[in-house]
């Protein structure tokens, strides 16, 4: 089972920036899609942004043109860099890979019970 650990969460006023960055070991890193799900107060966990392996990319309506996904296969790390940030992208980060090897993007953003492991998370709290 793959190895997770999310960093750079933390608390930011509304308009600032904040970059996440994961860590994955364990597994063939360059196989599978990865990427980045938040869950808020109240709310279910939902994916907003993911890449496949050949750096394919799906994001969410409410993150399009501000939040960017990117890996680096050699480095075995997917980074979500957050501009523009608004109270409402408040909530825990989590970090995610795909459970089918040369998954998609989307699949692993929309399909329900594609994660096959989840890292801690990170709390991410924007004030207005």
């Known amino acids: 089972q793959a190895q997770i650990v999310e960093s750079g969460g933390g608390v930011v006023q509304a308009g600032e920036s904040l970059r996440l960055s994961c860590t994955m070991s364990g597994l063939t890193f360059d196989a599978f899609a990865v990427g980045w799900f938040r869950q808020a107060p109240g709310s279910e966990r939902e994916g907003i942004a993911c890449i496949s392996r050949s750096s394919v990319t799906e994001y969410a309506d409410s993150v399009k043109g501000r939040f960017t996904v990117a890996r680096d296969n050699t480095r075995n790390t997917v980074t979500l860099q957050m501009n523009n940030l608004k109270p409402e992208d408040t909530g825990m980060y989590y970090c995610?890979?795909?459970?089918?090897?040369?998954?998609?993007?989307?699949?692993?953003?929309?399909?329900?019970?594609?994660?096959?492991?989840w890292g801690q998370g990170t709390q991410v709290t924007v004030s207005s």
């Open positions: 995610a890979v795909d459970r089918t090897v040369m998954g998609s993007s989307w699949s692993l953003c929309t399909v329900p019970g594609r994660v096959a492991s």
